[in-house]
């Protein structure tokens, strides 16, 4: 299943040390420009949703809105996230493959 292997990249970036987690660190690694990729969980708030629109956006940072916090969390081995930043640029375009066009981006 496609949503499997996304958060098996997931898990795999969170264990190589490869992600951060949570709004105040998914930001500050956007605008430092070494975010390769960010992920919004789906049930996240309108506000977070848009303030991370417009972040990556303007940083032209692709962004993805995939899975819910639940998910997300359990993926890194954490409790429930809405937010986590790729550093790799690897494990950002294997998770963008698997995500493909089904998905809102922005790049």
Known sequence: MK???????????????????????TEREVKTGRAA???VAGN?????KK???DMCE???????FYGD?????HAMGKEFRASLAV????????IQKQLGTDNETIA
């Open 3 to 25: 949503q499997d292997r996304v958060l098996a990249l997931i898990g795999l970036a969170t264990k190589a040390g490869r992600t951060v987690s949570g709004e105040f660190m």
């Open 37 to 39: 990729l960010v992920i």
């Open 44 to 48: 996240s708030s309108e506000n977070t």
């Open 51 to 53: 303030k991370f629109r």
């Open 58 to 64: 303007f940083y032209q940072v692709p962004i993805y």
């Open 69 to 73: 916090k639940d998910t997300l969390g």
């Open 87 to 94: 550093l790799d640029e690897g494990f950002a375009k294997g």
